[in-house]
């Protein structure tokens, strides 16, 4: 819909998006939904959608999106066939280690993150240009998982 802040929406927005969609009626949101939710099996859509989803989602005048938020987004974005094994315990470590606001850097790398790197972490490159919270969680989850750290 091209909304610009979470939950809200302007008249202008509003119309737009359904008349885009081509919905005039509740039934025929409901039966648009499986098709809008196949749409982001697209891996170019879907990461479309996962960068909009940074900006829509944080705070007006704010240039980082607060953890809770984060948190509850990255929720809703990893599931079902999107679902990234370590989200979980990316969540978890963000609210036992981190406890701060997530930068628009942030949110981007943990996309190319999850899609990049293996779930044994064997080609994570900590030389590489992670941000420092990536560095931190890899080192988190093989201690927990008892595999070698890098020093």
Same mark, same amino acid.
């Given at each position: ?57 944080? *705070?007006?005048? $704010? /240039? ?9 987004? +990255?929720?809703? %974005? &990893?599931?079902?066939? #999107? ?8 969540? *978890?470590?963000? $609210? /036992? ?9 942030? +949110?981007?790398? %943990? &996309?190319?993150?999850? #899609? ?36």
């Amino acid at each position: 819909m091209n909304a610009n802040i979470m939950c809200e929406y302007s008249r202008e927005e509003w119309i737009s998006g359904f008349t885009k969609m081509n919905v005039d009626s509740i039934d025929k949101l409901r039966s648009k939904m499986p098709e809008l939710r196949a749409e982001l099996r697209d891996p170019h859509r879907y990461q479309e959608v996962y960068n909009f989803a940074f900006s829509w989602a944080r *705070e007006k005048g $704010q /240039k980082c999106l607060q953890l809770e938020t984060a948190l509850a987004m +990255w929720n809703l %974005l &990893y599931v079902d066939d #999107r679902r990234w094994q370590y989200i979980d315990d990316w969540c *978890e470590f963000l $609210q /036992k280690h981190h406890n701060r606001a997530i930068s628009k850097d942030t +949110w981007v790398q %943990l &996309y190319e993150f999850a #899609r990049q790197i293996k779930p044994d972490f064997s080609n994570f490159d900590e030389a590489g240009a992670w941000p420092y919270l990536m560095d931190e969680f890899v080192d988190h989850m093989k201690k927990q998982n008892g595999m070698a750290v890098d020093s």
